[in-house]
């Protein structure tokens, strides 16, 4: 029983019960929306455009608005990081965008989209971490550098009845907490994302060794 | 429509049976192959504007249905590729005890157990291309083609007889 003597049949087997398509159906699916993996990357990367321009524009807004010099510092800080970072996802989109109107070998299309994918899950997860210091460590330093006291939480600390020290270990413990479960998080985000689908298509690349 | 989209769905048209085919050899349910034609389709006028005409519209076709096949993945398990020989295509019918119909089930199962990379050697392998043709589309070279194609010929093989028996 050997593939060669059944190639015919199997042939004629591998469209059985296909319904032949007209032009009108085909034209029809052209009006239709991808739902690959790269289409995927694409919608994810024009959300993030559009939050990052939104972001760019509230964050500037405040900082020149505030009278507060400290928050002044932080959102204009923000605001500044988040121009590169479109930029960046800019740059990706572009690749995205090559690599969604080029034809590979398998082999290569494989190596590619996971490149690509290994690309963006390292960006998203460099560019998170990156904020992480910025937002915890400024406003601690510009809080603390405050001219002009913030009631609110003057207040909290004489409302809870807890000393100095005490608060402000407090929230240091609360910060360093909330630090690594957003690094966990992350991570478990972006694996949950695509995590499973880059091994996948890395065992496939595997088998495809010369040997 | 363009002159351009004209000439693209009637050279898709002449060529669906390539489509046809990926989807019944690499998914089972209905639903599922039709998702995976759409794709196949959008994704094939996707790349319409860097065919050349060097190669084949066929030869063309088949790497990218063939690309997109493989990169294709559901998230529901049970709506999964044919993974295992107990998902069996719809369309083989047991009833009738022909031997050679029996022979050809039994190899089409065999087939269908086979890994994606392994399945798409097949498909091209099925269609007579030849080794050097094989390995510009899977992108390895003809020598390691032919090696991985002796070894898919020991698997179906061996595999078919157990399905043959089972039958």
Known sequence: MELDDLKGLINQKLIE????????????????????????????????????????????????????????????????????????????????????????????????LIKMLEDFTRRYFQFNMALLPICFLLAFYLGLNEKEPVAILDNLSIKLKVTKSLYIGFIIGYSIALIVSLVYFTKWYIRKLYGKYIEQLKSLLAELKEE | MQAADKTFIQLLNQHQKIIHKVCNLYLNWQEDKEDLFQEITLQAWKAYGQFRGDAKFSTWLYRVALNTAITFFRKDKKKDFIESVADL???????????????????YKAIASLSKIDKAIVMLYLEDYSYAEISEIIGITANNIAVKMNRIKVKLREATLKNFERI
């Open chain 1, 17 to 112: 019960g296909s319904l032949d398509k007209t032009e009108h159906n085909f034209a029809n699916l052209l009006k239709g929306k991808a739902n690959s993996v790269v289409s995927k990357i694409k919608k994810s990367l024009w959300f993030e455009i559009a939050c990052s321009f939104l972001v760019v524009l509230l964050f500037l807004g405040i900082a020149f608005s505030s009278s507060y010099h400290s928050l002044k510092i932080y959102f204009g800080l923000f605001g500044a990081v988040f121009i590169p970072f479109t930029y960046i996802l800019f740059y990706l989109l572009k690749k995205v965008n090559e690599f969604e109107h080029s034809v590979l070998p398998i082999k290569g299309n494989l190596q590619q």
């Open chain 2, 89 to 107: 295509p719809e369309n083989i019918d047991f009833a009738e005890r022909d031997s050679i119909e029996e022979k050809t089930q039994a190899m």
